[in-house]
């Protein structure tokens, strides 16, 4: 009985033998050298990526921690080390030279604008909130920001350049700040062009945990590669999207406190920066081996018995139209209705 034409195979020659065994090994040697460029770029501290995703600008100086608040001291004077004051949560609310709108908003708002309110905020809530920004070389916006600071008194200066490209740098020199100022149990990074209850924030912080080194916040999957050149590298591009490389939405997240000491401990040039602050940190936490917490109340849309954190999801990344959305949202009674935060009239 002839054989089926759907079973017949023709009788490759040794030379198509050979060309096939060539290719197939080929290939296997693509793919192993594609998974190791793929874990040394994510955990490599030495390789520097140019481009879209990553920073090719040198790291600024030492960050140091600067007062302009008499009263304050200095971080670096001869008097020794700067007391640690206790919190249960810091929130350092990162905002820059252009944002003082923002900075208004927020303070006819969730955040109090007189230290009396901040420190009621703090006794009520545990939590201590401060304003977060660098320095620039424009003497007429340094002079605008030391009125704002001698009115406010709510911000913490670094000792880093305000520039957006830098804004991983700025984010590491916070945390260290922050640890050196502030005995937390967990270092929340904020901006300013959030709507936040730091009521349901503090009961988010306060809740027990079993492990000590927590990574908090509305996470995404983020893809590691998006460089059109790489499209064989694809597969496993998107193996390590799905699987590993989870990191939190950049307008609010926290860290706990061991791991932002671990952050501490290393020096400035042992880490991988990225163009983007929130994928830099991400990449950290997943070389570190930290505990990752998804908390979608930290990124809703609207309002709402269980929101922590409001804003634009996905059309911003913050409110679309900060200074005026703040105001709108806060009206609303569904917003700004809380039994612990101070109101308006104590």
């Known amino acids: ?50 481009g879209r995703n990553c920073l090719s600008n040198a790291p600024p ?12 001291g200095n971080g670096n004077g001869a008097g020794g ?8 949560g810091f929130v350092g609310i990162q905002t820059g030279f252009g944002s003082a709108g923002r900075r208004r908003a ?15 905020l703090e006794e009520s809530t545990g939590l201590a909130f401060r304003f977060i920004i660098g320095k620039t070389k424009d003497e007429h916006k340094m002079a605008e920001l030391r009125k704002e600071i001698a009115e406010y008194d709510d911000f913490i200066l670094l000792d880093i350049e305000e520039e957006y490209s830098k804004l991983p740098y700025k984010t590491l020199a916070f945390f260290k700040a922050a640890h050196a100022l502030y005995d937390s149990e967990f270092y929340v990074k904020a901006d ?17 945990r079993t492990h000590t080194q927590t990574y908090l916040g509305c996470l995404k999957k983020g893809p590691v590669f998006t460089d059109p050149k790489l499209k064989w590298y694809e597969p496993l591009s998107n193996l390590l999207w799905k699987e590993y490389f989870l990191h939190a939405y950049g307008p609010i997240y926290a860290l706990s406190a061991d791991v932002v000491a671990s952050l501490v401990a290393l020096r400035n040039n042992s880490f991988r920066m990225f163009s983007n602050e929130d994928v830099t940190i991400g990449a950290w936490m997943l070389a570190m081996n930290v505990n990752h917490e998804n908390h979608r109340t930290l990124c809703e ?36 209705k809380s039994p612990t935060l101070p109101s308006d009239d104590e």
């Open 1 to 50: 009985m002839p054989s089926s034409p759907k079973l017949f195979h023709a009788r490759p020659s040794l030379s198509t033998r050979r060309s096939t065994v060539l290719i197939v090994f080929t290939s296997l040697a693509i793919g192993i050298a594609g998974f190791l460029f793929g874990l040394a770029a994510i955990l490599s501290p030495g390789l520097r990526f140019v």
């Open 61 to 72: 100086a030492t960050v140091r921690v600067v007062w302009d608040v008499s009263g304050n």
């Open 81 to 88: 080390e700067v007391k640690r004051h206790k919190v249960m």
């Open 106 to 120: 927020l303070r006819m708002t969730w955040m109090p604008s007189d230290p009396d309110g901040l420190r009621r």
């Open 192 to 208: 300013d062009d959030i709507y936040l209850r730091p009521d349901r924030l503090s009961l988010l912080l306060a809740k027990d």
């Open 301 to 336: 849309p609207e309002c709402s018995p269980t929101s922590v954190a409001v804003w634009d999801i996905p059309k911003c990344s913050g409110l679309c139209n900060p200074e005026k959305k703040m105001l709108e949202l806060h009206k609303l009674e569904s917003c700004s």
